[in-house]
């Protein structure tokens, strides 16, 4: 399955907790990515478990104005997670990929309600590297 969008970032600014990125081409109007994101240090605010970070969108001031969309999962590939974002139709895959680096960053995001077993997850991972 192909992703819905694909957007690739490059880093911006880099923090002790988290990485800023900017997208590398602009971001269509009419959809929720930004084009500015960032990837936080899991703060222990939510009941969620086994995350090491958080994937964040800017608001249109500040970073406090954006929102927390997901946490990233770890996969068995290096430099790949996936996490979703839940929305009263349903949850979205999301799938990405960080350089080694850690200076770029590509956000692959699924048709609404798209939400398969972990092993479809690990091949789409495959597919879209």
């Given at each position: 399955?192909?992703?819905?969008?694909?957007?690739?970032?490059?880093?911006?600014?880099?923090?002790?907790?988290?990485?800023?990125?900017?997208?590398?081409?602009?971001?269509?109007?009419?959809?929720?990515?930004?084009?500015?994101?960032?990837?936080?240090?899991?703060?222990?605010?939510?009941?969620?478990?086994?995350?090491?970070?958080?994937?964040?969108?800017?608001?249109?001031?500040?970073?406090?104005?954006?929102s927390?969309?997901?946490?990233?999962?770890?996969?068995?590939?290096?430099?790949?997670?996936?996490?979703?974002?839940?929305?009263?139709?349903?949850?979205?895959?999301?799938?990405?990929?960080?350089?080694?680096?850690?200076?770029?960053?590509?956000?692959?995001v699924?048709?609404?309600?798209?939400?398969?077993?972990?092993?479809?997850?690990?091949?789409?991972?495959q597919?879209?590297?």
């Amino acid at each position: 399955m192909r992703a819905e969008i694909e957007i690739n970032y490059l880093v911006s600014k880099c923090n002790k907790c988290d990485t800023q990125y900017q997208s590398v081409v602009e971001v269509p109007s009419d959809h929720w990515l930004t084009e500015r994101v960032k990837i936080e240090a899991f703060q222990g605010y939510s009941r969620a478990r086994n995350l090491g970070e958080y994937f964040r969108l800017r608001g249109a001031t500040s970073w406090k104005g954006g929102s927390l969309i997901t946490g990233l999962k770890k996969t068995s590939t290096v430099g790949a997670f996936y996490g979703d974002r839940k929305t009263k139709e349903g949850k979205t895959l999301i799938v990405f990929y960080r350089s080694e680096d850690f200076k770029h960053l590509k956000v692959c995001v699924f048709p609404l309600a798209y939400y398969p077993s972990m092993e479809i997850i690990n091949q789409l991972i495959q597919e879209n590297k």
